[in-house]
């Protein structure tokens, strides 16, 4: 039997991050409640009287059960969230879903792009490939609103010293680089020389099918590209129904999707805020 | 599977009532029925309509407590029911059971529920005003896949009484029935043969259903039949298949809890996330994942069936005319306008 009930889990501390954006760090009470993580992965973060959401691991539990996630505050369980002190236990379900394909990475040449708090699902992805040191290139392009919205720019400025990093903000004159990750596409491409082999996505819907199909027509694989999506969950089992894309449930079969996969599945949906490849 | 004579089943009633707390069905005066608790049996009588609420909350509760917290501790709430019966479950209602337990067959609140239910089946010997249940393969006569004991009402007023599970023979014993000879089993067959004879030959349903299976239905038509949809959710909270819930959390004087409750995916709120973003705004995307999640080879290949058994309520509740007959026939004949010359 599945369970549905939180494990207690202790809010050791927390430090600001961007506006509305912190980086929380969490202690389950049982270190041996979660084992083992798969970067992408999520968990069901409970603040009790109040609610549950989904949220990525940025560093996966350790022997300690000591684990960090990069939270905004949005809507009603993370305002509480962010209102909640150090030392106060709340619950913790997982981990959840399908991570990013790690073996199939080796020998490639990566390109992670993230939009906005997109990045968070990317976070422990990026130190994982920068650990193994397996693949043939790593690049990150992340785009945010403006720089008081840009998010992790001490990890970045970290991973600036191992790996090609840019950054475009959609305020004007704030960055090199002005406009979205979509818009400065083939400058960085330019930039980069060789053409990546792989593209993980992740940030708003639109503009990860947007990516997608700019990497498509320039000669990129469909099953060489994988994107994280942001669904609404409750039980994060495949019982509740809210994370639905078609036939498929977000909290299981997701939230990594291959392109070729998510595509099918996005063409039965009719969301008229969504691109549909077929239509552009 | 063993088979009994029964005359009246007030016999089989009594004896169950030992060891189970029994539910049937109670005719209203509007003649309307709903399942109810049993101070003492009492006698059945013929189906006039289908109860418009099925089964479902029985094992599936319509709201209830999923775990509390008394600031240390997670205390998981699963239920503790004693055993009990459903006396009389139409075909449709039982194949939805089926369903179900295949649906929720780790969800501890579930199967708490479910293990303690005997499902004495009724066959169906004529048809009901919406259903269609032998289109789906759920009636009128009762799988034995589907119940622990299955009664047929024979011409003379007697009753068959099928034995279809281990837990059925059990809660038989000590009541010493008399068997049953072959011939009341060619009886029965042709009985139930009978009331399929007798429903109304609609073939829209089939139709329409292998359009939905083979997922050929245009966006169009979805946004068309999207605009009679007053997102009322009143066909998902009949329907004895739907499966959909949310969670909410509150406090009260025992402590903080969380509870699920029926929710629908009709809801134009059902996906709608904290940054507002909705995949599914509107009602016409709603309803083209509701009926393809309902007959599409995916549930099929999931489930061995599809995810309708029939029972028509969607149709009789919907004050939009876009339950099951009325969708099967617009999508006939929209295929029918589309379809090149």
């Given amino acids: 039997m599945l369970s549905l009930t939180p494990m207690p889990t202790e809010l050791v501390s927390y430090y600001n991050d961007s506006e509305d954006t912190r980086h929380f760090c969490f202690r389950l009470l049982d270190p041996e409640a979660i084992k083992k993580t798969q970067p992408g992965q999520f968990f069901m973060l409970h603040i009790p009287g109040i609610g549950a959401a989904p949220f990525t691991f940025t560093t996966p539990p350790d022997s300690r059960g000591v684990f960090y996630a990069l939270i905004k505050s949005v809507g009603k369980v993370t305002r509480a969230l962010f209102n909640q002190q150090a030392g106060t236990t709340l619950g913790v379900r997982g981990p959840f879903g399908t991570g990013w394909p790690i073996k199939t990475l080796a020998g490639q040449r990566i390109l992670i792009v993230a939009g906005g708090c997109g990045i968070a699902p990317l976070v422990n992805l990026t130190e994982t490939l920068l650990q193994q040191n397996s693949y043939q290139s790593l690049a990150l392009l992340y785009g945010a609103g403006s720089q008081k919205t840009e998010m992790l720019k001490a990890q970045r400025l970290r991973w600036q010293q191992q790996m090609p990093m840019y950054t475009v903000l959609e305020a004007p004159g704030q960055s090199e680089l002005t406009g979205t990750p979509v818009d400065v596409l083939d400058t960085v491409l330019g930039q980069l020389g060789e053409f990546p082999t792989a593209l993980l996505l992740c940030g708003p819907e639109i503009m990860m099918q947007k990516m997608a199909v700019k990497f498509i027509d320039k000669g990129l694989a469909e099953s060489s590209i994988w994107l994280s999506i942001e669904r609404r969950m409750h039980c994060a089992v495949g019982l509740c129904g809210h994370c639905y894309l078609h036939h498929s449930y977000g909290c299981a079969d997701g939230p990594t999707y291959q392109w070729d996969h998510y595509q099918r599945l996005s063409a039965g949906d009719t969301d008229p805020g969504l691109v549909i490849p077929s239509q552009i | ?341």
């Fill in chain 2, 1 to 341: 599977m063993q088979s009994y004579q029964l005359e009246t089943t007030q016999t089989l009633q009594y004896h169950l009532a030992d060891h189970y707390q029994i539910y049937q069905r109670v005719d209203l005066q509007n003649g309307d029925s709903h399942w109810q608790s049993m101070e003492s049996p009492q006698p059945v009588t013929p189906l006039q309509k289908l109860p418009i609420s099925s089964p479902k909350q029985f094992f599936f509760s319509e709201r209830e407590n999923l775990f509390s917290f008394d600031g240390e501790c997670f205390r998981e709430t699963v239920p503790e029911p004693e055993p009990f019966v459903l006396f009389g479950v139409q075909s449709c209602d039982l194949t939805a059971i089926a369903y179900q337990d295949q649906f929720f067959a780790e969800d501890p609140y579930y199967q708490a529920r479910r293990k303690q239910a005997l499902l004495v089946g009724f066959d169906c010997l004529t048809p009901c005003e919406y259903g269609f249940c032998h289109t789906v393969n759920a009636g009128p006569g009762v799988n034995p896949d589907c119940a622990d004991i299955i009664l047929h009402r024979q011409p003379g007023g007697d009753w068959l009484v099928l034995v279809s599970s281990l837990k059925g023979k059990q809660a038989l014993r000590g009541l010493n029935l008399p068997a049953a000879d072959s011939q009341a089993l060619v009886g029965r067959d042709q009985q139930v043969k009978n009331c399929i004879e007798q429903f109304e030959q609609d073939p829209s349903l089939a139709q329409g259903i292998d359009q939905l299976s083979n997922e050929t239905i245009d966006n169009d038509f979805w946004q068309q039949l999207g605009l009679q949809c007053l997102s009322c959710s009143g066909c998902t909270t009949l329907c004895p298949t739907c499966s959909c819930y949310g969670t909410r959390d509150f406090v009260d004087d025992t402590g903080q809890h969380q509870e699920r409750f029926w929710d629908s995916c009709l809801y134009e709120s059902f996906q709608r996330e904290a940054s507002q973003h909705n995949p599914s705004e509107e009602a016409g995307a709603r309803l083209k994942r509701f009926w393809t999640h309902k007959f599409s080879q995916q549930t099929v290949k999931a489930f061995g069936r599809h995810g309708c058994v029939g029972c028509g309520r969607c149709e009789q509740t919907c004050p939009g005319v876009v339950g099951v007959h009325s969708t099967m026939k617009r999508i006939v004949a929209y295929q029918a306008e589309s379809a090149p010359c």
